[in-house]
């Protein structure tokens, strides 16, 4: 963080109201809130405000930004501790101030036993509606710490083969084409890649990626078609130009078009801002052939595990993406991989100020940390 972020923080904590009186006003006390040391027997959070400094302006169809808010959290239970992130870009309507106060609102230290989770995340769950990425942050932190107090990765406690992770992409972000070159050379490790789409120029845009590289890609458009014959003569174009799936074509509203579109589209089309949670999956099997499943939209490990058990039940194809994240909130993401058709778990690597150090990427395929819990390490402070 740096000081103009940090008097930023520290104001926005002590204005007190907002955090209903609960935090402490003085500024030079401001950056880490909740109790300074776990009581012995009992569950300590720990949060903290960040913002992500971003490699390359990230432009979409719907806005472009240069820095993404979190929190990162902590829970401490006997002197071991679990991390969590929440994530906030701007399109789902959490923020800094709306995550902060969530968790100055739960008291978890109420619980004894850490390995009672369900009912932990329930009463988290409880305290208010929405706020996912506040709870995804309560959850991956917990799943860390169990993992930890149980010695064992998160992945093998849900049972899964480290050797089974997919391959996952890398997003090149629309922009010049020098830049996007530069991106393409970056991208060197990963067998896929993924182009943002739903501008004016989408053609030019899949054929500069093509002039530097003939690997698979993958197209996401954020919700930026809006003619639905335009977005099935682009599905049949990129699966030419080597696409592997479409996500996203038109806005999430447009069901009708997009279930028309899905059953002719010669590549799979997968549901991302349309579908949040399990419910929405249910209530949309028709009209996606899959779905973009994110700790930060679903509430965090146990939601997502959740989500692909659905999906799969319904027959659909499973990815597993984030947003702009640390290598925290992507390698807790990376533990369910194994059960994934396809991953995009690129966020941490768009960032310049990563605390964490977690999944690697070998071949073009996530290689687990063998750590407990999410197996990351804290390699500066945040
Ligand atoms: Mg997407």
């Known amino acids: 963080m740096n000081k103009r972020e940090f008097i930023r923080n520290a104001v926005l904590i002590a204005g007190g109201s907002l955090m209903g009186g609960r935090l402490a006003g003085n500024p030079e006390q401001a950056a880490y809130y909740g109790q300074k040391k776990g009581e012995p027997g009992r ?115 849900f049972g899964l083969n480290p050797e089974k992770t997919p391959v996952t992409s890398f997003t090149i972000g629309l922009d010049t084409p020098e830049i996007v070159k530069q991106k393409v050379a970056e991208a060197e490790p990963y067998k896929l890649l993924k182009v943002k789409l739903g501008r004016d120029n989408d053609k030019g845009a899949v054929e500069v990626i093509r002039s530097c590289t003939d690997k698979p890609l993958c197209a996401d458009v954020n919700q930026g078609w809006k003619d639905r014959r335009y977005a099935l003569e682009m599905a049949g174009w990129l699966k030419e130009k080597g696409v592997v799936y479409l996500e996203q074509p038109m806005p999430k509203e447009r069901m009708e078009d997009i279930a028309w579109l899905t059953a002719q589209s010669p590549i799979p089309v997968i549901g991302d801002e349309a579908i949040q949670n399990a419910g929405d999956l249910v209530r949309q099997r028709d009209v996606y052939s899959g779905v973009n499943i994110k700790l930060m939209k679903c509430g965090g490990l146990a939601g997502a595990a959740r989500m692909i058990d659905v999906a799969r039940a319904l027959g659909m194809k499973v990815m597993l993406g984030c947003m702009t994240e640390t290598s925290c909130a992507v390698t807790a993401a990376a533990q369910l991989s194994p059960l994934a058709d396809w991953c995009d778990l690129d966020g941490n690597l768009l960032i310049s100020n990563d605390p964490f150090e977690g999944l690697k990427i070998v071949d073009g395929r996530i290689i687990l940390p063998g750590g407990p819990g999410i197996g990351v390490k804290k390699v500066r402070p945040a």
């Open 43 to 157: 569950l300590t959070l720990r949060f903290s405000p960040y913002t992500l400094q971003l490699r390359h302006t990230f432009t979409l169809a719907t806005n472009s930004r240069t820095t993404t808010p979190v929190v990162l959290t902590e829970i401490e239970y006997d002197g071991v501790t679990g991390y969590g992130e929440a994530s906030m870009p701007p399109y789902l309507g959490e923020s800094h101030e709306s995550v902060l106060k969530f968790l100055s609102l739960l008291n978890i230290s109420q619980f004894r036993d850490p390995f009672l989770a369900g009912d932990i995340l329930d009463y988290v769950d409880s305290v208010a509606p929405g706020n996912h990425a506040a709870k995804a942050s309560v959850d991956i932190a917990l799943h860390d710490l169990t993992g930890k107090l149980l010695g064992r990765p998160c992945y093998q406690v």
